[in-house]
């Protein structure tokens, strides 16, 4: 996952996010939906004026001295306590040690897909956001105040509630304009296309934008891609509006549930198979019949008698019927009645009748034995 991926999960409410991992949420249980005032980071993927660009309308950032990692502990300690409660459990890991010469190598034991560890790891924090942790008792007297558990989430909603905080409400048109990677998508007959992909939403259909698609021709819209699935994409429809919600349209829904990066392996696995199928002979021999066939056809209705329309379609049913005369095997003595064909019966010759065993009686309810 990149960190503009990550900012804009972190800026914007879970629900969404965990529903494409099978984890139904309210936004209540994960209420963390809003903008710091600063975003402390390191010497990674944040220096450079185009994060800068991107995020500076929203917050500050400010950068640590490399090789620093005391300097964002807060950050450290997340990662230090998925470890603990989760992480090191996973078969395949290597427990934030290195291997060790002539020991077994901790990949050969990896099991889990991505998806199943994300599930994981979101099914981990809300757990640990529910349990009690005594310290935070003696860290505010919020909650001893409002006589609430000491529990991260009460931690969280306490004081927000108090305003006791620098955060601000993210806005999701601002956030997924700003943080998302920009794609074309086209308007076409059949949906939204995108990479292979098509999408649809109610909107699109209320505007019936297909049926001008398919009368006036295709056109381009502005996009945004979430990168960790394929299941929807946020689409601009009008210029003077934000990004509409777009979903998978059940004629693609073999890339539902998958990430971009799987689908894009899945079309150049299918463009690899297409360019190892060259044209065959059989297939330029095929072609070449086809286009002498319709020559001598052309051919041979120029050289024909003149034939008006009425004409060709008058008694098409005897037509067909000599024409399959002479084109097929067809019994002379059947006979055309105008509506079916009568063919005489042929008679069977039983040279041998073979008796089978009789069945075992079946045995109907009620009845003695």
């Known amino acids: 996952m990149t960190t503009t991926q990550a900012l804009v999960n972190s800026f914007l409410p879970k629900s969404d996010y965990c529903k494409e991992f099978g984890v139904d949420i309210h936004d209540s249980e994960w209420p963390c939906s809003h903008i710091p005032k600063e975003l402390v980071c390191d010497n990674g993927e944040l220096i450079g004026l185009k994060a800068q660009k991107a995020l500076t309308p929203m917050t500050r950032l400010s950068f640590t001295p490399p090789y620093r990692p005391d300097c964002k502990g807060v950050v450290e300690k997340r990662f230090d306590i998925l470890n603990k409660e989760l992480i090191h459990d996973f078969l395949g890991t290597t427990r934030g040690g290195s291997v060790v010469r002539g020991s077994r190598d901790p990949r050969k034991d990896a099991i889990y897909t ?3 560890v994300t599930t994981e790891i979101i099914k981990a924090i809300l757990e640990h956001n529910r349990s009690i942790f005594d310290d935070l008792a003696f860290s505010s007297p919020l909650l001893i105040e409002n006589d609430l558990p ?7 909603k306490v004081h927000v509630a108090k305003h006791k905080h620098d955060l601000q409400a993210a806005l ?6 700003r943080l998302l990677p920009p794609a074309k998508v086209s308007m076409t007959r059949s949906g939204i296309h995108f990479n ?4 649809s939403c109610r909107e699109i259909e209320d505007r019936n934008f297909a049926s001008v698609a398919r009368a006036s021709g295709q056109w381009r819209l502005e996009a945004r891609i979430d990168e960790n699935t394929t299941n929807h994409i946020y689409v601009r429809l009008d210029k003077n509006h934000g990004f509409t919600l777009c979903y998978l349209l059940p004629r693609s829904r073999m890339f539902s549930g998958k990430s971009m990066s799987e689908s894009d392996f899945m079309q150049d696995w299918l463009a690899s198979k297409k360019e190892q199928s060259p044209i065959s002979v059989a297939s330029i021999d095929d072609h070449k ?7 001598d056809a052309k051919k041979r209705n120029r050289n024909s008698t003149s ?5 060709k379609i008058n008694n098409i049913r005897q037509h067909r019927t000599d024409e399959l005369r002479a084109t097929t095997n067809m019994l002379e003595d059947s006979k055309w009645n105008g509506e079916t064909i009568a063919i005489q019966e042929s ?4 040279s041998k009748v073979v008796s089978l065993p009789a069945g075992r009686k079946r045995r109907i309810k009620g009845e003695p034995s």
């Open 196 to 199: 292979g992909l098509y999408y």
């Open 307 to 311: 034939m008006s329309f009425p004409q």
């Open 289 to 295: 019949y086809r286009q002498k066939m319709a020559l």
């Open 347 to 350: 008679k069977t010759v039983v």
């Open 114 to 116: 991505l998806r199943e």
């Open 172 to 177: 999701p048109d601002e956030v997924i304009a």
């Open 150 to 156: 000491p529990t991260p989430i009460n931690y969280w």
